[in-house]
């Protein structure tokens, strides 16, 4: 696969297969997103993979707190802001719609909506789960860093065959997760991702959202 299909190909599954994946292909994913470069090659990313019995007692206690008491978990850094702009509202909310609507689940339906975002944590029924920290001691430079380990990651995976999903949901539980995977207090949870085959017939998986395109958000001088 050359660069702009892998690119272009990538897209958030959201309803993966029951079909493992093999430890040396994460592996290899790895070892190719660790090209990534970072600011005097400090490479401060930290990753945990997870699969079989370490995936599913992690995401039975995080899908039991997400259930019983939600309201006691917060993230420990702010992906979204809590005051939105436009043109991000509609673009936002036309994600929200687009993706609720192609599972069939209407607008005020708040029940079912909620099973939906629950499915978050069962990393949307993907064999392996992955959780990406990086040193919280750094410099806020360093996130741009783990920005493209993280898209490196998503990237090398379609070399392969498989899917992946970008998981800010995850960071709500980090409590949860630093106890199952025990890493040290100075790391930080940026996100998890969620990797797998692509259940195919799956209805959310046909969502392809849109681009504004490049003249839209550039401008160009000396052309
Ligand atoms: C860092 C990051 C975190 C994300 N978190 C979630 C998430 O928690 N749940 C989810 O369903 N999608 C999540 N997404 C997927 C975005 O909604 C998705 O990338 C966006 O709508 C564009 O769609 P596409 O990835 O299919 O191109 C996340 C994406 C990124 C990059």
Same mark, same amino acid.
């Given at each position: 696969m050359d660069i702009k299909e892998a690119i272009e190909s990538r897209k958030s599954v959201r309803r993966f297969l029951d079909k493992p994946v093999d430890q040396t292909i994460i592996k290899q994913i790895l070892n190719t997103a660790a090209r990534a470069p970072s600011g005097h090659n400090i490479q401060p990313w930290n990753v945990y993979a997870v699969t079989g019995d370490a995936r599913d007692s992690l995401c039975n206690d995080i899908m039991q707190a997400a259930q019983t $008491?939600? $309201?006691k978990h917060q993230p420990e850094y702010d992906y979204y802001p809590t005051e939105w702009h436009e043109p991000y509202i509609n673009r936002r909310r036309k994600l929200g719609y687009e993706l609720y609507a192609s599972v069939g689940i209407?607008?005020?339906?708040k029940d079912a909506r909620e099973k939906q975002m629950l499915r978050n944590y069962l990393f949307f029924d993907a064999p392996v789960g992955i959780f990406v920290t990086t040193d919280r001691r750094l410099a806020i430079g360093t996130w741009l860093d783990m920005g493209m380990f993280i898209q490196n990651i998503l990237i090398a995976a379609r070399g392969y065959g498989l899917h992946t999903c970008g998981q800010a949901a995850f960071t709500w539980y980090h409590d949860i997760i630093q106890k199952h995977l025990g890493y040290p207090e100075n790391e930080i949870l940026l996100c998890g991702i969620a990797l797998g085959y692509e259940d195919e017939s799956a209805p959310e998986n046909k969502l392809v959202t849109e681009r504004e395109p490049a003249e839209n958000f550039t401008q160009f001088f000396g052309f």
């Amino acid at each position: 696969m050359d660069i702009k299909e892998a690119i272009e190909s990538r897209k958030s599954v959201r309803r993966f297969l029951d079909k493992p994946v093999d430890q040396t292909i994460i592996k290899q994913i790895l070892n190719t997103a660790a090209r990534a470069p970072s600011g005097h090659n400090i490479q401060p990313w930290n990753v945990y993979a997870v699969t079989g019995d370490a995936r599913d007692s992690l995401c039975n206690d995080i899908m039991q707190a997400a259930q019983t $008491e939600p $309201e006691k978990h917060q993230p420990e850094y702010d992906y979204y802001p809590t005051e939105w702009h436009e043109p991000y509202i509609n673009r936002r909310r036309k994600l929200g719609y687009e993706l609720y609507a192609s599972v069939g689940i209407q607008r005020d339906d708040k029940d079912a909506r909620e099973k939906q975002m629950l499915r978050n944590y069962l990393f949307f029924d993907a064999p392996v789960g992955i959780f990406v920290t990086t040193d919280r001691r750094l410099a806020i430079g360093t996130w741009l860093d783990m920005g493209m380990f993280i898209q490196n990651i998503l990237i090398a995976a379609r070399g392969y065959g498989l899917h992946t999903c970008g998981q800010a949901a995850f960071t709500w539980y980090h409590d949860i997760i630093q106890k199952h995977l025990g890493y040290p207090e100075n790391e930080i949870l940026l996100c998890g991702i969620a990797l797998g085959y692509e259940d195919e017939s799956a209805p959310e998986n046909k969502l392809v959202t849109e681009r504004e395109p490049a003249e839209n958000f550039t401008q160009f001088f000396g052309f």
